[in-house]
Nanobody
Framework: QVQLVESGGGLVQPGGSLRVSCAASGFTLDYTAIGWFRQAPGKEREAVSCISNSGKISYSVDSLKGRFTISRDNANNTVYLQMNSLKPEDTAVYYC????????????????WGQGTQVTVSL
C-alpha cells in the first residue's frame, strides 16, 4: 500500500525555521520523484521543490532557493524540506507527492499525495 505521511509543521515566528518530513511507504525512492507543494487559503496549489529518483533537485520558486532546501534519506525512505528565514507569506498547508522518476512542476502529474501539514508563520 502506497502511503505518504507529512509531519513537522507548526507555528513559527517570522525568521524562524522548520523542517517538514515526508515518509514514504509501499515503494522505494530509487524509482520515484518526490515533490513538495503548498497551498495557502484562497490560492492554488503551487510547486515548491522536487527531488528526482537520481537526486536531481529543482526549485519552482526562485525566491525560495536560498531559504528552502530539499533532501532525501533513502535508507529511511524519507524526504525533507528544510525551511529557513520563514516569512508570513510562507504560511500554507505543505504537501508531498510522488511520481515515477522525474520531477514535474504540474501537481496533476503526481500520482500519490500525503494529507498535508500546516505551516503557520506568525508573531
Amino acid at each position: 500500500q502506497v502511503q505518504l505521511v507529512e509531519s513537522g509543521g507548526g507555528l513559527v515566528q517570522p525568521g524562524g525555521s522548520l523542517r517538514v518530513s515526508c515518509a514514504a511507504s509501499g515503494f522505494t525512492l530509487d524509482y520515484t520523484a518526490i515533490g513538495w507543494f503548498r497551498q495557502a487559503p484562497g490560492k492554488e496549489r503551487e510547486a515548491v521543490s522536487c527531488i528526482s529518483n537520481s537526486g536531481k533537485i529543482s526549485y519552482s520558486v526562485d525566491s525560495l532557493k536560498g531559504r528552502f532546501t530539499i533532501s532525501r534519506d533513502n535508507a529511511n525512505n524519507t524526504v525533507y524540506l528544510q525551511m529557513n528565514s520563514l516569512k508570513p507569506e510562507d504560511t500554507a498547508v505543505y504537501y508531498c507527492a510522488s511520481r515515477d522518476y522525474y520531477c514535474k512542476r504540474d501537481p496533476t502529474m503526481y500520482k500519490y499525495w500525503g494529507q498535508g501539514t500546516q505551516v503557520t508563520v506568525s508573531l
